[in-house]
């Protein structure tokens, strides 16, 4: 019998299952994050003032059955909101842990916050938890909720030979996007969300330089927009392999709009992934994901206007392209790119390189501690599209030996390979849900908190 929860990770994913053990009167959770600010995680506590969420206010809710809590909150708070609005998202983190002290100050016998940072989880008699100050927390169960990693360092970067201020690998780090001057140029790598995170920021502090956002497509996230005409939504699965899946959408989108058709599909999306074969998976991943995510994950209408203003003054240039060799120069970092479908390569004089390629995900690539030891005991195993951890589809990790584990699990970002759409709030928070009713042995949900 499960009655005590050890969960790794106190950002959005650690904090809600937590939350939800409370709130499903289930086992009593032990929430250890090695942030000092448990609840808030690197989304919602290293952002700018000035940035803002992605998805509109209405639907944050931090609960998939209180679906007007977020708004709830921010009314109380004295902030009105309307359909449209896209709140900041430092406000957003103070939401997730004005919840979280709430439930820990009211239930000190229910969950209990540790600030340290793990190292390993030992499976034997019971479940301990190993941080690295050497403290021991055993429980009945494990949850890996350790949300997105650092991008791993791109091909081509001699790290080593870099003076230290001319590569940021981690980019939301104060230091990457200080010390510039207004002649400097800036290279970010990548052109999705965090690319135009680290660009605004980079403009909120002043930064009059140039800004190269390069990918391999140099395609950029769009913008949401008003909701369009009613229409009915499809109402089952759609049955048809992802490739025929893409055709049936580009022609849905020509009668409802792009934006609709997409959107239509979210109820659906983990069981069309879960149906598709490993190969179709594969297809997708190789040839349609960078498309589907500038589609599906979409900028605040105002953020995408200060992104092309940026473009339209000349400050920020989207390249298509792949680097080839970057070397130190006498005058910053010479840069060697090759264009898209070009063969001659071109070259680039920056001041700073920032790595915003997006998470790893790769656990034979990764150095965080808990999960590097989990993978070399074979504990935990890569999922089939090296996506994060292999878990069934109640959330148990996989074990090399191809056995769930039902003493250990994982939540969000890292599952994406067995649920793919695990990114967003609205996928996640109906992640830890369903994973502490679980636990809880719940038939119920108390209504609020």
Partial sequence: MIEHVAI??????????????VRHDG????????????GIGLAYGAAHP??????????????????????????????????????????YGTYLRSLLDRVAAENPDRLQIVHGE??????????????????????????LAVGNLPPPAPGGLALDAFPPDRYAGNCWHAAATEDLGAGDTVLILGTGLTMVDVALLLEAKGFEGRIVALSRRGLLPHAHAAPGAPFVPIRERPTSVLSERLRSLRARGADIGWRSAIDELRPFTQDMWRAASAEER?????????WWDIHRHRLAPDVAARIMALLEAGRLDVLAGKVARVEAASNGLTVEWRPRGATKVEQLNVQRIINC????????????????????????????????????DQMRVVADDGVPNDRLFALGPMTRGAFWEIVAVPDIRAQAWTLARRLSNAHWVAEGL
Avoid: C, Y
């Fill in 357 to 392: 390629t997006g998470p790893q995900g790769d656990l034979r690539r990764t150095t965080e501690p808990v999960l590097n030891r989990l993978t070399m005991r074979g504990a935990i195993r890569p999922d089939a599209a090296g996506l994060g951890i292999d878990v069934d």
């Fill in 282 to 290: 594969s297809r997708f991943i190789r040839h349609a994901r960078p």
């Fill in 118 to 143: 793990a190292v390993d989880v030992v499976d034997d008699s019971s479940v301990r938890v190993v941080l690295r100050d050497g403290m021991k927390i055993t429980a009945d169960a494990a949850i």
């Fill in 8 to 21: 790794i990770g106190g950002g959005f994913s650690g904090s809600l299952a937590a939350i939800n053990l």
């Fill in 27 to 38: 086992p009593r959770a032990t929430l250890i994050d090695r942030q000092a600010d448990a």
């Fill in 50 to 91: 000035t940035h803002l969420l992605n998805v509109r206010a209405t639907n944050m809710s931090a609960f998939p059955d209180d679906p007007s809590h977020f708004a709830r909150w921010l009314e109380e708070q004295g902030h009105a909101i309307v359909g449209q609005t896209f709140v900041p998202r430092l406000l």
